[in-house]
């Protein structure tokens, strides 16, 4: 598994990138941004999920958008401006990781790169103003068929290795809620439940069992 990102840039812009850069492992829940920072460096995921999250002065978190091997870790490139989002890695993987000067002076550059980042950056716009409607308007159950769709598709496996705490610090739901949600989607046949991980065991149920919002699966 690569970086889409970077697959779609020509073969030169991938050996320039990857030499100024280097390859990293990416342990789960690292943070890789906190809010209110500088971004110093971004992040082009091989495999594996990030999750941008905003958190509440009193600690409430909840995400906004996720990230995988689709993209690049850089929302967007700001001169040093302070993050608005914290990044926490949901699931661990690798990285092609550069300086943000690096990519920034790459992206000044280089009309290819710009093109694909703004491509990205859109569709990251479009999930988080999804991800707001979501949030107000649908089910615990709903949300969460949603994300587990997103996740499993950014992966490229069935199985999600998270807690149901932890997958309520992501929804931004009490744990209660999301192990009742959860319930309801074993019972359907949709997944199986263990502690620490989730299976897709059905996935059109699962499908039948989410909102209509896109999982860019």
């Known amino acids: 598994m690569g970086n889409l990102l970077l697959a779609s840039l020509s073969a030169d812009v991938q050996l320039r990138l990857n030499g100024?850069?280097?390859?990293?492992?990416?342990?789960k829940s690292a943070v890789l941004v906190k809010a209110g920072t500088s971004q110093t460096h971004v992040y082009f995921p091989f495999n594996g999920l990030l999750s941008l999250q905003t958190i509440t002065p009193g600690g409430r978190s909840v995400e906004v958008a996720m990230l995988g091997r689709e993209g690049v870790a850089a929302l967007p490139l700001t001169g040093g401006a302070a993050a608005a989002y914290t990044m926490i890695v949901t699931v661990s993987g690798e990285?092609?990781?550069?300086?943000?000067?690096?990519?920034?002076a790459e992206f000044d550059r280089n009309p290819a790169l710009q093109r694909a980042m703004i491509r990205h950056w859109t569709?990251?716009?479009?999930?988080?103003a999804d991800g707001s409607a979501c949030h107000l308007f649908h089910s615990?159950?709903?949300?969460?068929?949603?994300?587990?769709?997103?996740?499993?598709?950014?992966?490229?496996?069935?199985?999600i290795e998270l807690t149901q705490e932890q997958l309520g610090v992501i929804l931004g739901m009490e744990r209660t809620r999301v192990t009742k949600a959860c319930?309801?989607?074993?019972?359907?046949?949709?997944?199986?439940?263990?502690?620490?991980?989730i299976r897709i065991v059905d996935r059109m149920r699962l499908q039948s069992a989410s909102c209509e919002c896109r999982s860019d699966s």
């Open 140 to 159: 615990p159950r709903q949300r969460l068929a949603h994300w587990l769709l997103a996740a499993s598709g950014r992966i490229q496996s069935s199985r």
């Open 183 to 197: 319930v309801v989607l074993q019972s359907a046949g949709a997944i199986t439940l263990r502690y620490g991980r």
């Open 20 to 27: 100024i850069g280097s390859r990293v492992l990416l342990d």
């Open 123 to 128: 569709r990251m716009m479009g999930e988080i």
């Open 95 to 104: 990285a092609l990781r550069l300086s943000a000067d690096a990519l920034q």
